[in-house]
């Protein structure tokens, strides 16, 4: 295995139950971060251990949110799903994916946040997986069940779920270091190799084929421990099971053909080829994605950095949905693609989604979320829409089961895995931040030397990122730091002192000699911009937040009598108070930006929005509301357009909100 040399061979983190056991005299023991094993292919960035990094400021409340929201409570709320009948509890009720979805989110929340309750409550799940797998190395439920209504008894022998909880039980062993998984790997992945013939990835559902990527990358990842040669013959056979991204991207039409391809299979599958190009690093595969993402932008892109895929592609008019499981989903895909190639493209896309789509869609209970999204949303009703997938109307409404209990699941590792991902070591040494939240990551650096280094920021709100290094002696080593694409010219201090200015979309290195309590600024200036959309609308962009209309909201409680089972007992409908059909205007470049004194400490929310937009804009009467949406969006510029008087908008950024229009018409002055 190739490794760093600094580090030693032993892998451990913060949390590994024998450091309860060291005398003071003892040192802690220092982590290993495995690069790539040959023959793979190097990659630059290296994960480090689950509870290395710990958020700060607003980033951290997203995680106390979960914390006592769903993801920490999910059993509670849940338990027709969540409770002891759960098949990966070893009980008669839900055999499939629900379970590990969960654990897949709760496991890095507990373990970041270093709760021992949810620790505790995390470890039943982990302990059923590796103390009943089979003499054949078979793992998970094995007995289907009859039809129960809210629950997935059968395909209990699907690939599919096991693909989800080999990426629990990674985290797992990132975090403790329990070699119990390894064994249990080591046996399943020869389980694979030896079935996979007869019983491939598509042989129970298609979800499997579509999303071998997921199991690829654990193999990978075992290999770098082990070296077991074996594993790369699975590699081949998993690879080629698999749904054929590269060429889909490269060679058909998928991506610009309505109901060709599943929403979320595409934000998992968008990894595999990269994935893939470790063992065969071959540019065919980095092409494939650059070109996959540039067609879904074109054909099916969304002003929030998803696409229209309710459930299947459905295009990039801007009242299509997006489902909520495409966006973790597809923030997982851009953190894996992003260690291995370092690519600025998939940092900034990965920060489109977790500052816009994401906390959008999800209330700041961390209970209540929408099934899909809109990027023009006037209307949070129940109500048949024109998506290729209706679940009795419920998809817009905000709830715990509204749409389908996938996102109720899924929606959990969303903020975790950002958090886990703000940080690498790199493969000379050093340390990276790649991508920008408040927080403190503890890591080993040249000549295995502890440090710590502090991001005190308000970003994506605020344009400055001060990083505070704390080692106990002088050490050199490179410092990573990405300067997003949107940004001109970044401009970086050390110690109050200008050491470099660099324009955007490339990654740049300090290389110098560290001392306590050295400071770094990076200073990201923002600039407003637009981006085109459909029928020529545009969007209202500053840095990497979307910005969009304001529009004042009427909640509602509803309280389901008519299919509670399915959709839960209550959710909340939301229509706007306010009006909403406003296009911009032609060649108006004038916005008057106004910030609040201090970032609330959640500021994803209309009343704590930290950043607001003026700017002048005329409604058009004859766009109106069309079932329950807003009407066919107008086109860019429509001649002799019957249009109101100018009038003053305000814009807040797209996280903030949960009724808007973020696509606009414009109209001449």
């Not at 061979?9 to 060291?22: D, E, G, H, N």
């Not at 990654?507 to 981006?531: A, C, F, S």
């Amino acid at each position: 295995m190739k490794k760093i040399a600094l580090f030693s061979t032993v892998l451990i983190s913060l949390s590994f139950p024998v450091l309860a056991q060291r005398t003071k005299k003892q040192a802690e023991p220092v982590p290993t971060y495995y690069a790539n094993r040959l023959p793979l292919h190097q990659k630059p960035y290296l994960e480090l251990p689950l509870g290395s990094i710990s958020p700060a400021g607003w980033l951290r409340t997203m995680l106390e949110n979960q914390r006592d929201g769903a993801t920490g409570q999910l059993d509670k709320l849940y338990p027709l799903v969540m409770n002891h009948r759960n098949g990966w509890l070893g009980g008669d009720g839900d055999q499939w994916e629900r379970g590990p979805y969960w654990i897949d989110g709760l496991l890095p929340l507990a373990y970041i946040l270093k709760d021992e309750a949810l620790i505790k409550k995390v470890q039943p799940w982990v302990e059923w997986s590796i103390n009943h797998q089979h003499p054949d190395g078979y793992f998970g439920p094995s007995t289907d069940y009859p039809y129960e209504p809210g629950i997935q008894r059968d395909n209990s022998r699907d690939w599919w779920p096991k693909m989800v909880m080999l990426k629990v039980l990674k985290q797992y062993y990132d975090a403790t270091g329990d070699k119990r998984v390894i064994t249990l790997m080591t046996k399943y992945f020869r389980y694979q190799l030896k079935e996979l013939p007869s019983k491939p990835l598509g042989h129970w559902t298609f979800w499997a084929e579509w999303r071998g990527g997921d199991n690829l990358q654990v193999v990978y990842w075992l290999y770098n421990i082990t070296g077991d040669q074996f594993l790369l013959d699975l590699a081949e056979l998993i690879h080629k099971q698999t749904f054929n991204f590269t060429n889909a991207f490269l060679h058909t039409d998928m991506l610009w053909t309505p109901g060709s391809a599943h929403g979320v299979n595409l934000a998992q599958g968008f990894k595999e080829p990269v994935i893939y190009y470790q063992q065969h690093p071959e540019a065919k595969y980095l092409e494939a994605v650059k070109k996959g993402f540039a067609d879904l932008r074109r054909f099916n892109g969304m002003a929030h950095g998803l696409y229209g895929a309710d459930e299947a592609l459905h295009g990039n008019v801007p009242t299509q949905g997006s489902e909520l499981c495409t966006a973790v989903e597809m923030m997982y895909s851009l953190e894996s693609m992003l260690a291995i190639t370092g690519d600025v493209d998939f940092a900034d896309h990965l920060e489109k989604i977790a500052f816009n789509a994401l906390p959008s869609q999800i209330f700041e209970n961390f209970i209540d979320h929408q099934y899909f999204q809109q990027a023009n949303q006037v209307m949070a009703t129940r109500h048949i829409r024109n998506f290729q997938v209706n679940h009795h109307g419920t998809d817009l409404c905000y709830g715990l089961l509204s749409g389908y209990p996938c996102c109720t699941s899924n929606m959990h590792q969303g903020w975790p895995k950002f958090t886990q991902n703000l940080w690498y070591a790199t493969i000379d040494s050093g340390v990276a931040a790649l991508v920008y939240a408040p927080s403190e990551v503890k890591i080993y650096v040249a000549n295995q030397q502890p440090v710590t280094i502090k991001e005190e920021t308000n970003y994506p709100f605020e344009e400055s990122i001060n990083f505070t290094i704390n080692t106990n002696k002088k050490v050199s080593f490179p410092f990573h730091l990405r300067i997003p694409k949107w940004c001109k010219k970044a401009n970086i201090k050390v110690n109050g002192e200008t050491v470099m200015e660099a324009a955007g979309n490339k990654i740049v290195q300090l290389n110098r000699e560290w001392k306590k309590g050295d400071r770094v600024t990076l200073e990201l200036p923002m600039h407003i911009y637009n981006d085109t959309w459909s029928e020529n609308s545009l969007s209202v962009q500053r840095g990497p937040l979307t910005y969009a209309l304001k529009i004042d909201e009427k909640i509602e409680k509803v309280h389901n009598t008519k299919d509670p089972i399915d959709y839960g007992d209550t959710y909340y409908e939301i229509r706007p108070a306010s009006p909403w059909n406003y296009a911009l205007i032609r060649d108006n470049n004038k916005f008057d930006l106004e910030k609040k004194a201090a970032v609330a400490r959640y500021p994803w929310s209309i009343e704590n929005a930290p950043l607001i937009l003026k700017t002048k804009a005329k409604r058009i009467p004859s766009w109106g509301l069309y079932n329950e949406m807003a009407g066919p969006l107008p086109f860019s510029t429509t001649y002799q357009m019957e249009v109101g008087q100018e009038e003053e908008i305000t814009l807040i950024p797209y996280g903030c909100t949960r009724l808007r229009i973020s696509q606009f018409p414009v109209v001449d002055k």
